[in-house]
């Protein structure tokens, strides 16, 4: 039915029977019949944020070569952070419009789409295609490489293929409690940097870590610590029998060290417990006011002592802005870039914006040249669970 309301069960139903590298395909044809949609494509965001990489449907206009495009100041980069449809002419009659294909909060890329003629209620039906292209890919990419490849604009070392596997699959999650996003720079080279996240019924676990060394020692020393955090945290354990999980494996198992910072937040009431293990500090954003959060600090992980580890306590407050770093973000050569002013001066983008200036400051401060990993993690406070009277608005 042309025009008509999104069959939404007959789209997934296409893409579930279709290979599961051809979403798109599945999804403009169904543009096609119902709009006469022409020129469709999917245009992934990198590792790093920085450019697109554009995956035209079969039989379209658009090569079907690799083609890379720069994000900065681009109309798709205006997309992405409002999350806003765009339409414009295409200069031959039709409208141009691009959509946000986002699944809670990550921003997975944009759909391109011409038509010959786009009312509200077309366009409504574009943002759901593109909704449910979102949920497609999602559960696509498990079956396929594809779209690991099309997010990848340089080439990656072993020791980087090694470590990316180990990072959430989303880096950026929205729930009515909070929202987080993360960022580790370079993606070409790495040198022992994670972050980690999930989310139960009551508790949102978050860690951020950093295995001594570079290369593939750094990356198996990583596997390693966050294998160890994860069975701990999956079989209930909290925050700090995490902690002592993970410094016994590295004792058993390796002669490395890794810093790290393990967080457990109760969704209820915002009350987070934190174990420090030899990581730098924290920042806060507060009512405008940026400070580092001073907490009591253990030694690193696989560092044989005598004193235990300590859980601390830190209460969130509704609109607090925790920030998470590694200390490739505060090296001499990041060091130029001055970091509680960025996220005071972010403090109204969304977090993973917020992501992206912080670590394209320490990009600038180093020439693009980091002797170290930089990663950032940031994790906005709502806490407007059912029944709470917080109602301001997110960040955007």
Not at 300 to 310: H, I, K, M, Q, T
Request: net charge negative; with cysteine.
């Amino acid at each position: 039915m042309e025009g008509g309301d999104l069959e939404l069960g007959e789209l997934l139903a296409a893409a579930e029977a279709a290979p599961p590298g051809e979403s798109v395909d599945v999804v403009a044809h169904d543009l096609h019949k119902r709009f006469g949609a022409e020129r469709v494509s999917f245009l992934f965001v990198d590792l790093i944020g920085q450019r697109l990489v554009r995956l035209a449907a079969a039989g379209g206009e658009v090569p079907d070569h690799a083609e890379s495009i720069e994000l900065q100041s681009s109309v798709y980069d205006s997309v992405l952070r409002s999350q806003r449809q765009h339409v414009e002419p295409d200069g031959q009659g039709g409208r141009r419009v691009i959509t946000p294909v986002s699944n809670r909060g990550d921003c997975i890329g944009v759909l391109e789409v011409t038509l010959q003629s786009a009312d509200d209620t077309v366009l409504r039906q574009v943002r759901d295609a593109a909704h449910a292209l979102a949920y497609i890919i999602v559960t696509d990419r498990r079956f396929t490489d594809l779209y690991h490849l099309g997010r990848r604009t340089t080439e990656t070392s072993l020791a980087a293929e090694i470590q990316h596997q180990l990072l959430p699959s989303a880096p950026c999650c929205e729930a009515a409690e909070f929202t987080l996003a993360a960022g580790l720079i370079p993606a070409d080279d790495i040198g022992g940097d994670t972050y980690d996240y999930t989310l139960d019924r009551d508790t949102l676990h978050l860690s951020i870590t950093d295995a001594m060394g570079h290369d593939t020692h750094s990356a198996l020393l990583a596997t390693l610590l966050v294998g160890a955090l994860r069975r701990a945290r999956r079989t209930g354990c909290d925050a700090l029998m995490q902690a002592n999980h993970a410094h016994q494996a590295l004792l058993r198992h390796s002669r490395g060290l890794a810093t790290g910072q393990l967080l457990c937040v109760d969704l209820g009431t915002g009350l987070c417990e934190l174990v420090n293990a030899g990581h730098p500090w924290p920042l806060r954003l507060r009512d405008s006011t940026v400070e580092e959060v001073e907490l009591a600090v253990n030694l690193p992980f696989g560092v044989a002592a005598p004193v235990p580890y300590r859980v601390q306590e830190l209460q969130l407050r509704p609109g607090d802005r925790l920030v998470l770093l590694t200390d490739g973000m505060q090296d001499r050569g990041a060091a130029a870039a001055d970091l509680a002013s960025i996220v005071h001066e972010t403090r109204a983008l969304h977090p993973r914006e917020a992501v992206r200036s912080l670590t394209a400051a320490v990009l600038d401060a180093c020439h693009g040249n980091l002797k170290d990993d930089a990663t950032v993690l940031i994790l906005d406070w709502h806490a407007n669970r059912e029944g709470s009277t917080d109602t301001r608005p997110r960040p955007r």
